[in-house]
C-alpha cells in the first residue's frame, strides 16, 4: 500500500509533521501538532469542544490547508498530491451529510455515482453497505423517516462504498442516546474486522475512546498532550488510589509516616479508619502497603483500588475537566441536527 | 449526472416547490401580460404583448430557479454534504458542473409548467417543435449560468439570509435590464449600453426569436454570448468553491 516518497516514513498510514493552523491570522487552531499512525488500528482523537480536532481532520482530508507544517496519507502529502489521498480516504463529517428527502438506497446510489463506482457493480455495492450497516430493511424509507442513528450509519455505509484505506469519522456518535452510540459503534467494528481499515475519529466522550480505540491522543487548544493505549495513558499519570478500611484500630502517625516513607506511595490520608493512599501504580504498591500494616498489627478488613478514568488523564495534562468543558455546545449541535432533520 | 439524477429523485419525491415556484410567472403572464397587452403601451414591432414577453417571463422563472438553486447550496453547507463531496474522489470542476446541471434540469420542468399556461392564455409559439428545442437548450445554458453565479454567490455568502438578499439583488436588476418586458430601444441611453452587458438579454431575444418571431438571425451571435458567459461563471465558480467550507 505505502508508496516511496521523499524522505518520509512509510510505515505509518498518517504522520502529521509540526502543523500549525491560524483561522483569520489570530486563532491558532493547531499549535504545533506532531502525529503518526499505524495502519490497522482504531485511533481515536480525543479533547473538548475547540481543541483543534475538526481542524486536525480536515487538513487530513484536504478540506483545509495548514497555516505551516506537513502532513502525509500513505505517504501523500496532502496538499499537494490532495487528490490522490482524496481516492483512499472515508469521511464522516460531523453535520449530517445525507440528503433527507431522498430514500437512504437513493442516497448511497447517487454517491456511488458520484465516486465513479461502476454501473454493474453499483446496486451491489449500495446493498452490501446497506446490509452491513444493518440498513437493509430500511432502504427504500426516506430518510426523514430516520432516526439519528439510523442517520449516523447512513452516512458511514456511504463511506463504505468506496473501501477507503482509512476511514475518518468526525464525532460519529454526537447527539445519540447510549443504544444507538453502541449500534453505531458495533458496525464500525465490524467492519473494520473485516477490511482492516484504519480508524481514526474525533470525539469527546471519553468512554468511547475509552472503549473502542486501540490508541488515544488528547489534544488540547491545538496541541497534542499525550498519546498512548487507554491503559497506558492511564497509567501514565500514576494516580491510582488505594482505600482502606482499619478494622478495629485506626492507623496512628507513625504508621502513616512508615506509609509516606515507601517509595511507591505519593500521599496519604487517613479519615477514622479509613486510609486513601494516593500511589503511581496500585498493582505494584499495594503489597508493600500491606506489608506495612501486616507488621504493625493492623487488620485490614477492606481494600478497594480505583484507576484513574480518561478524565482523570485529561485533568492532569491539559489542567481542566473534560467533562467540564463538553458544555452548552454539544447541546447545539444536537438541536441542530434534530432541527435539520425535521426541515 | 449523479447530481442530475438526484434532483429528479427529489423532485419525484416532492413537487410542491415547482408548482409554488411557478405562480409568480404565472402571475406575470395573467396579470400583468393581459393588463399591458389592453393598453398597448409597449411598441412590440407588431407581436402582441402576452407573447412579447412570454419568453422574459419563462427566462426568468428559469434563471430564479438557477440563482435560489444556490441556497441548496448553502444548506448542504450547513450540513456535511459539501464537505463529503469535497473530500469525495471527484475533481472540483466536475461537482459544480454537476451541481449547474441539475440545477437546469429543475429549471427545465420550470418552463414545461410555464409554457402550457402561456398556451391557453392564446401566446402562439412558432408550430416548430425543434424551434422549442432549442430553446429548451438556451434556457438550459443560461440556468446553468446562473446556477454558476449561484455557486459563486453562496462561496462567498455562506448564511441563508445573506444568499436571500443578494439573490434579489441580482435578478430583479437583470431581469428589468434586460429586453424581456419592453424592448431595449425603450430604455434610457446608459441602460441600453449595459443591457449589452446583460446575459439576458441575449437570451430573451434568441428564445423569443425561436419561439415567437421566428426571426433566428441573432441566434449565433446570442448563443455564442450565453456559452461565453457560462464558461467564464464556471471557471469562476468552480475557482471558489474551495473556498465555501472554510
Redesign the interface.
Known amino acids: 500500500m505505502a508508496r516511496k516518497e521523499e524522505n518520509i516514513s512509510t510505515e505509518n498510514l498518517v504522520e502529521v509533521k509540526g502543523l500549525v493552523k491560524i483561522y483569520q491570522g489570530k486563532i491558532r487552531a493547531l499549535d504545533g501538532v506532531d502525529l503518526s499512525i499505524k495502519a490497522g488500528q482504531i485511533f481515536a482523537l480525543l479533547g473538548p469542544n475547540g481543541a483543534g480536532k475538526t481542524t486536525l481532520m480536515?487538513i487530513l482530508?484536504?478540506?483545509?490547508k495548514p497555516t505551516s507544517g506537513q502532513a502525509f496519507i500513505f505517504g501523500r502529502d496532502v496538499v499537494k498530491k490532495a487528490?490522490e489521498v482524496?481516492?483512499c480516504?472515508g469521511?464522516?463529517?460531523?453535520?449530517?451529510?445525507?440528503?433527507t428527502?431522498?430514500t437512504g438506497y437513493?442516497n448511497l446510489?447517487?454517491?456511488a455515482?458520484?465516486?465513479?463506482i461502476p454501473a454493474k457493480d453499483r446496486k451491489k455495492k449500495v446493498w452490501e453497505a446497506l446490509e452491513s450497516m444493518g440498513l437493509g430493511g430500511f432502504a427504500k424509507a426516506?430518510v426523514k423517516t430516520f432516526s439519528g442513528g439510523m442517520i449516523r450509519r447512513l452516512?458511514v455505509a456511504?463511506a463504505l462504498l468506496?473501501k477507503p484505506e482509512i476511514m475518518f469519522l468526525d464525532e460519529p456518535t454526537i447527539g445519540l442516546d447510549p443504544s444507538a452510540r453502541k449500534a453505531v459503534w458495533e458496525k464500525i467494528l465490524t467492519f473494520k474486522r473485516e477490511f482492516g481499515t484504519t480508524v481514526f475519529f474525533n470525539t469527546h466522550y471519553m468512554d468511547e475512546a475509552d472503549l473502542y480505540s486501540d490508541e488515544i491522543a488528547i489534544i488540547d487548544r491545538g496541541r497534542m498532550v499525550k498519546l498512548g493505549t487507554a491503559e497506558e495513558l492511564k497509567h501514565s499519570i500514576k494516580r491510582d488510589v488505594i482505600r482502606l478500611g482499619l478494622g478495629s484500630r485506626s492507623a496512628g502517625e507513625s504508621v502513616l509516616n512508615k506509609l509516606r516513607g515507601l517509595s511507591l506511595v505519593n500521599e496519604v490520608s487517613a479519615d477514622n479508619s479509613e486510609l486513601t493512599i494516593a500511589v503511581g501504580d496500585v498493582e505494584a504498591a499495594l503489597p508493600a502497603v500491606i506489608e506495612v500494616l501486616r507488621n504493625e498489627g493492623i487488620p485490614i478488613a477492606k481494600i478497594a483500588a480505583t484507576k484513574p478514568t480518561l478524565d482523570d488523564v485529561f485533568l492532569a495534562y491539559a489542567g481542566t475537566s473534560l467533562q467540564a468543558q463538553a458544555g452548552p455546545e454539544v447541546r447545539d449541535v444536537r438541536s441542530m441536527r434534530g432541527q435539520?432533520r425535521k426541515g | 449526472m449523479a447530481m442530475m439524477e438526484l434532483e429528479l429523485r427529489r423532485l419525484r419525491h416532492d413537487r410542491t416547490e415547482i408548482y409554488t415556484r411557478a405562480i409568480q410567472p404565472i402571475l406575470w403572464l395573467v396579470v400583468y401580460g393581459t393588463i399591458m397587452s389592453s393598453i398597448r403601451a409597449i411598441p412590440t414591432g407588431g407581436i402582441p404583448y402576452l407573447d412579447f414577453i412570454t419568453p422574459g417571463v419563462l427566462l426568468q422563472s428559469t434563471v430564479f430557479v438557477s440563482v435560489f438553486y444556490g441556497l441548496t447550496i448553502v444548506w448542504e453547507r450547513d450540513t456535511g454534504i459539501l464537505k463529503k463531496l469535497l473530500v469525495a474522489p471527484v475533481p472540483r470542476y466536475a461537482t459544480v458542473v454537476g451541481k449547474t446541471i441539475a440545477s437546469g434540469v429543475r429549471a427545465l420542468f420550470q418552463a414545461l409548467i410555464i409554457a402550457p399556461v402561456a398556451l391557453i392564455l392564446g401566446v402562439k409559439f412558432v408550430p416548430n417543435p425543434l424551434n422549442f428545442l432549442g430553446a429548451l437548450v438556451i434556457l438550459f445554458l443560461v440556468s446553468g449560468g446562473f446556477a454558476a453565479i449561484s455557486i459563486l454567490v453562496a462561496s462567498f455568502m455562506k448564511t441563508r439570509e445573506r444568499f436571500m438578499g443578494i439573490g434579489q439583488a441580482i435578478i430583479m436588476p437583470l431581469f428589468f435590464g434586460s429586453s424581456a418586458l419592453y424592448p431595449v430601444k425603450m430604455m434610457p441611453p446608459l441602460l441600453q449600453h449595459l443591457v449589452v452587458l446583460n446575459p439576458l438579454t441575449y437570451a430573451v431575444d434568441a428564445v423569443r426569436g425561436l419561439i415567437i418571431s421566428g426571426d433566428v438571425s441573432h441566434l449565433p451571435v446570442d448563443a455564442a454570448a450565453i456559452v461565453a458567459f457560462d464558461i467564464l461563471m464556471f471557471v469562476a465558480a468552480s475557482m471558489s468553491f474551495r473556498k465555501i467550507i472554510e
Open positions: 480536515r482530508t484536504t478540506q483545509l487528490a482524496r481516492t480516504i469521511y464522516v463529517p460531523q453535520e449530517m451529510s445525507v440528503w428527502d431522498i437513493e446510489l447517487i454517491y455515482k458520484i465516486y465513479g426516506l452516512e456511504c468506496l435539520i
